[in-house]
């Protein structure tokens, strides 16, 4: 082995540390770690020097005690002498809630307007570019307050749709009317119909008990849960499954035989009908809102904070969806769809076997972050005093409580966890459906 | 040979112009609004929809008052000139007004300072804008942050002086170390002098050198500014300084080192995952806790910081974008030609990811700047929120609303549409050399 | 080539017509892309179509199974008249198999699905006869290896081959190629080309723009030069390429062949 020689060995010298390739990387990383530490010490020790001199500790007892302060949507139980967790979590579910409805109009709505936008009529298209522009171009705050104001100042009160016997014998009409016969909107808020359930009793029972009736509730502990739900949900799964089981039928018949037998008519059918026969036994009926005195009685209240930031957050995220699924639909090229044609297939099959599962790989993703800002965005409550997590843990919990460091880490990291999620459902999407290339 | 008869065309056809029926106003309106009933059925809810939209937006538009001291005076003209039914605009309000949606409540006397900046912005941003322009002009580009401070703040003069002082000595340091020392080295020399400097140098010489040649104007304090100066100032700061850190923590996130892109990674993810109402209030609430006690920093250079470091995030992931759509070889090159890592980086890498990265970075930059309006929730008057609650306050203009939103929106579409139009514009332009 | 080297110029052709153009125009906007062209085609017929860019050859083809829309004359293909009749184009479309010069595979189907999708969904035939089809002309273009391969996985060659095959599986008439072999590599052209002769020597009717010269002189048995929208001279191979009549077919030959 003459000839194998190992390599001469250097021997250590300091500059190595910066110019051989060996060590450089370690050594800077060496450096960045211990400034960075210094760093986080130095904002640990002013941290506590701060907190000691304001006499405060660091600690989350204080969300174990009473919150004392009313919230004024509660999507399960809450009183103000619930715990100041308990608060947070209300207002969290409410921060998901107007989050998801944002999510769900925005979604119909920018797709609506992002294939519009397509469209060859110049009018349509015309109008939904100028649509995209005016409401990408204006902060999404000016539309929250917008919608806010209008709500408030331009709707009248609930004495207005009174009509007093002398109205009536005068032949007027009250100074307002309800939407559809069913709908109020007042300056207080907007009062919509309430689904009641009702067994074995008389109707005016039923709607005279607070409660939902029908099955009743469970109460878990944390929150109750409604059975009538529970069993629709029950049924409506099964009616899913039923339904998947008759495409996977049809699309058995259609390679055995090659003629894909009709089946729109039995999927409406599985859907809709066990449904409405369970909702029909519960005694499924709507309570609608009746003016009573100065208010209206029964019926469920929206507040206009909710349908505000709700409504002003879907418009402006509709804006942003609708270019992501022009962008998404123009990504596939012409080509796709002309050999489409040339194969002679027709343009619906086309959309739906060659172009959408295309798009919908280069929609998806930026789709899914545009939620993720619409989340981030309803913490804009603020604006219109919406209670949710920022209105309740950061907000009047910490004020009450001067917690101002734990409320704002907590809060930060329930923000950061939602984001995480939703991330991490996007990468496993952008995995799955990633193209196959050389 | 029977299947065809050989061919060959003596005189060559003119073209013609399409049949009659096929050009002309009446075949676009067919071709367009018109191909099919749904074509149809289309064109007539969005005749409907901008027939509906006018015939509100237009009369209330024509019956505009300017001339009024209040809403209800506004009305009252609107009633006696047009009927006791008709609406109208109170662009009054916007007359009356005007001043503090631009400069909040920064003293009158004082609004030449403000402008002055604006105008003095202008000559600044250009030569970044548009590259036909002598490149000298980037070093008043370079001096201009200065100046527009000691304008907007006042105080003495020597305050910037001394601060740039700093910077050049940071160059300095930078220079004579980089050859020798590397760029992260020496880069870290330059900043432990210019802190040392600033720290300890800047006030004693800048109050010293007032002293002798006394060079000051009014001071301004940082509660005066508001309106669409503040949005103009948090903006523009965050915008131009957000860059160059999303640059590096770019660098930092695709770099090979796990500590650093660990580290990059962690804060991108963190900024990213929080909404900017968060961070304000840690700029507003938090801040006092991380620093050591008793000092005390302007609010909105506290609300700037953390702007820049939320922008900083999202253009960083912008930017990584236009580093991953590069091409390998385009690093092999770079490294084949000798360069070092700063090197390729700053003349092959750079220029062309953030080539590509141009619609994404300007779409964050527009971002940033409707974001300068969330400001409002920490007690600065931006225009929409802060300034508006000031207007319908005034017992004069209570209940007036459509006009004070459209006039701030109006002026924020006008400058994020243009941002968007330049962005286009440019991205053509640098299209040249690219397929 | 194929080993057992059939003579194309001996094949016949029948008198049937496969595609009838006559007095058609087209316009782009104002632009007069295609004027007055009269143009037989004769089942069995292998032609091939010529000219500089911007010639309209392109758009030519694509008029015959309406990927264009003419706006005046007639087009006749295997006895439907092409109007806006979606029937009829549906019915034209499934006898013409067209190939394009950018492959147009649908990337996110393997090769399999992109052979059996049409059969399935315009033919309705059963999946098992389709995939089986679907192999038989993957063998026939030589990758039935490959099948359940994405298009993203393959070579330019292999992939034009594959278009082809998936033409092929809804058994046309009639085959219209595009620039077959403009958007490969010169070491890929050759397989693509042989897939096509060896189309030709089965007796199908072809439609071909192309500028492989070689390919026109040992398949076609006529071309077609076009220039400006209009047909300017057509012949046989021997004759077009030895004795060309009109300038333009000479200035045109020129710098083709040339160099």
Redo the contacts between chains.
């Keep these: 082995m003459a000839f194998v020689q190992d390599a001469p060995k250097d021997s250590f010298r300091l500059g190595m540390l910066i110019y051989d390739t060996r060590y450089r990387s370690i050594t800077i990383q060496v450096v960045v770690l211990i400034l960075f530490l210094l760093f986080l010490s130095w904002l640990v020790n002013n941290t506590a020097q701060n907190l000691a001199a304001k006499g405060r500790t660091f600690d989350f007892g204080f969300l174990w005690m009473r919150a004392g302060y009313d919230i004024n949507q509660r999507l399960v139980d809450y009183t103000n002498d619930s715990t100041h967790m308990r608060a947070a979590f209300i207002g969290l579910l409410n921060t998901l809630l107007a989050a998801f409805v944002g999510c769900i109009i925005a979604t119909i709505l920018g797709v609506v307007i992002g294939v519009l936008r397509l469209s060859k009529n110049w009018i349509v298209s015309r109008l939904m570019t100028v649509y995209v522009e005016i409401f990408r171009n204006v902060p999404v705050l000016l539309w929250i307050l917008l919608a806010a104001t209008i709500l408030s100042e331009t709707t009248p009160q609930p004495r207005d749709f009174r009509q007093t016997p002398e109205m009536e014998q005068a032949g007027e009409e009250p100074k307002a009317s309800m939407l559809f016969g069913i709908i109020a909107v007042t300056n207080r808020g907007t009062v919509i119909p309430e689904p009641k359930f009702c067994i074995g009793k008389p109707q005016a029972e039923c709607d005279a008990d607070p409660n939902e009736g029908g099955l009743g509730v469970i109460d878990l502990g944390i929150f109750k849960v409604s059975l009538n739900l529970l069993a629709l949900l029950v049924v409506f799964g099964g009616s899913i499954f039923v339904n998947s089981r008759i495409t996977k039928q049809a699309n058995a018949t259609q390679e055995a035989t090659g003629i894909r037998p009709v089946t729109w008519w039995k999927s409406l059918a599985v859907l809709i009908i066990p449904s409405a026969i369970l909702l029909w036994a519960l005694g499924l009926h709507f309570v609608v809102p009746e003016l009573k005195g100065f208010n209206f009685v029964g019926g469920i209240s929206v507040l206009h904070s909710f349908t505000a930031l709700t409504l002003a957050l879907a418009l402006y995220t509709a804006a942003f969806i609708a270019e992501i699924v022009r962008a998404g639909i123009m990504a596939i090229s012409r080509g796709q769809s002309e050999a489409a044609a040339a194969l002679g297939l027709r343009p619906g099959r086309t959309m739906s076997l060659v172009i959408l599962p295309q798009a919908l790989r280069v929609i998806i993703p930026p789709l899914i972050s545009q939620y993720l800002n619409l989340t981030k965005n309803t913490s804009l409550a603020i604006a219109v005093s919406y209670m949710d997590l920022r209105g309740t843990l950061g907000g009047i919990t910490l004020n009450q409580t001067g917690k101002e460091l734990e409320c704002m880490l907590l809060m930060m990291g329930i923000y950061l966890t939602i984001s995480l999620i939703i991330s991490a459902l996007m990468n496993l999407f952008n995995r799955a459906v990633k193209l196959k290339e050389r | 040979?029977?299947?065809?008869t050989?061919?060959?065309?003596k005189d060559?056809?003119e073209?013609?112009?399409?049949?009659g029926n096929?050009?002309g106003p009446i075949a676009w309106a067919r071709?367009?609004?018109f191909?099919g009933p749904m074509?149809t059925v289309?064109?007539l809810?969005?005749?409907l929809?901008?027939g509906w939209l006018a015939l509100h937006i237009i009369p209330w538009l024509m019956h505009s008052v300017w001339n009024a001291n209040s809403l209800s005076e506004c009305r009252a003209i609107i009633a006696q000139t047009w009927g006791p039914d008709a609406t109208g605009a109170c662009w009054a309000m916007v007359r009356e007004r005007w001043h503090q949606y631009v400069f909040g409540f920064y003293p009158m006397d004082l609004y030449w300072r403000p402008t002055l900046a604006f105008l003095l912005m202008l000559v600044a941003i250009a030569p970044v804008l548009y590259q036909s322009l002598p490149r000298k002009m980037m070093w008043f580009t370079a001096l201009y942050p200065f100046i527009c401070y000691w304008l907007l703040w006042g105080g003495t003069l020597w305050a910037p002086i001394v601060v740039l002082a700093g910077f050049g000595l940071f160059a300095l340091a930078f220079r004579f170390a980089a050859p020798k020392?590397?760029v992260?080295?020496s880069a870290g020399l330059g900043l432990l002098a210019a802190a040392v400097w600033w720290l300890f140098v800047q006030t004693p010489l800048s109050t010293a050198l007032n002293g002798i040649i006394p060079l000051s104007i009014r001071d301004v304090d940082s509660d005066q500014f508001g309106g669409f100066l503040l949005s103009i100032v948090i903006g523009i700061t965050a915008i131009s300084a957000s860059l160059p850190m999303g640059i590096l923590l770019a660098l930092g996130r695709k770099s090979?080192?796990?500590?650093?892109k660990s580290?990059s990674v962690m804060f991108i993810?963190?900024i990213?995952?929080?909404?900017?109402?968060?961070l304000l209030?840690?700029a507003s609430?938090?801040l006092?806790?991380?620093?050591?006690?008793g000092s005390n920093f302007d609010i909105i250079l506290r609300v700037i910081i953390l702007v820049t470091l939320f922008a900083a995030a999202y253009i960083a992931e912008v930017i990584r974008g236009g580093l991953a759509a590069l091409p390998r070889g385009q690093y092999e090159a770079a490294d084949a030609l000798g360069l070092d890592y700063w090197q390729a980086q700053r003349l092959i890498i750079m220029p062309q990811a953030l080539k590509i990265s141009i619609p994404g970075i300007v779409s964050s930059f527009?971002g940033l700047f409707?974001?300068t309006?969330?400001v409002?929730?920490v007690g600065l008057m931006d225009p929409?929120?802060g300034i508006?609650a000031v207007v319908r306050a005034d017992i004069n203009w209570k209940?007036i609303?459509w006009e004070p939103?459209i006039f701030?929106?109006t002026i924020?579409?006008l400058i994020?549409?243009g941002m968007?139009r330049y962005s286009m514009w440019l991205e053509r332009k640098l299209k040249t050399d690219h397929r | 080539m194929a080993e057992q080297a059939i003579d194309l110029s001996k094949m016949t052709i029948s008198d049937e017509v496969a595609v009838q153009i006559s007095n058609m125009n087209k316009w782009y906007g104002q632009f007069h892309v295609l004027r007055d062209v009269n143009m037989t085609v004769h089942k069995g017929e292998r032609i091939v179509i010529c000219g500089p860019s911007g010639s309209g050859k392109s758009t030519l083809i694509r008029c015959i199974n309406r990927l264009e829309e003419h706006q005046s004359g007639q087009i006749v293909v295997d006895g439907t008249e092409l109007t806006n009749d979606l029937k009829n184009i549906d019915k034209v479309r499934s006898e013409v198999g067209m190939v394009f010069q950018h492959f147009n595979l649908f990337p996110h189907l393997t090769i399999l699905e992109n052979c059996t999708l049409a059969p399935i969904w315009v033919r309705k035939i059963p999946k098992r006869e389709a995939e089986e089809t679907a192999m038989h002309f993957l063998s026939k273009v030589k990758i039935p290896d490959q099948a359940h391969k994405y298009p993203g996985q393959l070579s330019g060659g292999q992939q034009q081959r594959v278009a082809i095959a998936r033409s092929l599986c809804m058994r046309p008439r009639i085959m219209l190629f595009d620039e077959p072999t403009s958007a490969l590599d010169p070491e890929m052209i050759k397989e693509v080309l042989d897939t096509m002769i060896s189309l030709a020597e089965e007796g199908m009717t072809m439609l071909c723009v192309t500028h492989e010269m070689g390919f026109a002189q040992a398949v076609a048995n006529r071309v077609i030069f076009m220039d400006k929208g209009q047909i300017v001279e057509q012949n046989s191979p021997r004759e077009f390429f030895n004795n060309p009549q009109s300038e333009r077919t000479k200035l045109f030959l020129s710098q083709i062949l040339g160099h």
Excluded: H
């Design positions: 040979m029977t299947e065809f050989p061919f060959v065309r060559m056809l073209p013609r112009d399409p049949p096929q050009q071709e367009n609004l191909s074509n289309l064109t809810l969005g005749i929809a901008v020392l590397g992260p080295v090979d080192m796990l500590l650093v580290l993810e963190f990213r995952g929080v909404p900017l109402i968060t209030f840690t609430l938090l006092q806790y991380f620093l050591p006690p527009i409707k974001d309006t969330l409002a929730f929409l929120k508006t209940g609303y939103y701030a929106g924020f579409f994020c549409f968007s």
